[in-house]
T-cell receptor, first 109, second 113 residues
Framework: RKEVEQDPGPFNVPEGATVAFNCTYSNSASQSFFWYRQDCRKEPKLLMSVYSSGNEDGRFTAQLNRASQYISLLIRDSKLSDSATYLCVVNTGRRALTFGSGTRLQVQP | DAGVTQSPTHLIKTRGQQVTLRCSPKSGHDTVSWYQQALGQGPQFIFQYYEEEERQRGNFPDRFSGHQFPNYSSELNVNALLLGDSALYLC????????????FGPGTRLTVT
């Protein structure tokens, strides 16, 4: 079983739609959680951290459920520029980041 | 403010050869991590360097080795290349106490034939 599992997609949505991605992790000792974004043939970039209380950054909302070992990312009012691969990332406190395989989002006009 | 830089951009090697990839961290960062990203997969952690020492290693064989220099730049060496080593190699820099905010370079795309 992979340490971090994501639906690979692709998710094809029209501009303005709301889309949600989910991710599960297997190590209950995981300490911190993140979403990274990776554009085609580019490097990953930190999108946002994820906290148990939930956090929001503009159109993006991230949520963590430690009991279910589940992380989510919600994107409201999708823009064409949101098209990318979204990587769920977990840190187990060993200083290494563990990445999921990513979920591909394609926002269409 | 210079971000993370990596060289070369692309590299083609033959099976059995050795390769060295280079990375300069973002200004102010002293911790460097290396990742391997195969097509369609997320980055896989290789190792991390801090104060010129390897302080964390992922599940990669000893053919993968590294080094960090006093100016915090780093090298990744891979010996006895296999076809399966073909991938994008990403370097990321961070502050030593940072839990998850890592800044990635553009990567080196290695093709082994």
């Amino acid at each position: 079983r992979k340490e971090v599992e994501q639906d690979p997609g692709p998710f094809n949505v029209p501009e303005g739609a709301t889309v949600a991605f989910n991710c599960t992790y297997s190590n209950s000792a995981s300490q911190s959680f993140f979403w990274y974004r990776q554009d085609c043939r580019k490097e990953p970039k930190l999108l946002m951290s994820v906290y148990s209380s939930g956090n929001e950054d503009g159109r993006f909302t991230a949520q963590l459920n430690r009991a279910s070992q589940y992380i989510s990312l919600l994107i409201r009012d999708s823009k064409l520029s949101d098209s990318a691969t979204y990587l769920c990332v977990v840190n187990t406190g060993r200083r290494a980041l563990t990445f999921g395989s990513g979920t591909r989002l394609q926002v269409q006009p | 403010d210079a971000g993370v830089t990596q060289s070369p951009t692309h590299l083609i090697k033959t099976r059995g050869q050795q390769v060295t990839l280079r990375c300069s961290p973002k200004s102010g960062h002293d911790t460097v991590s290396w990742y391997q990203q195969a097509l369609g997969q997320g980055p896989q952690f290789i190792f991390q360097y801090y104060e010129e020492e390897e302080r964390q290693r992922g599940n990669f064989p000893d053919r993968f080795s590294g080094h960090q220099f006093p100016n915090y730049s780093s090298e990744l060496n891979v010996n006895a290349l296999l076809l399966g080593d073909s991938a994008l190699y990403l370097c990321a820099s961070s502050l030593p106490w940072s839990e998850g905010e890592q800044y990635f370079g553009p990567g080196t795309r290695l093709t082994v034939t």
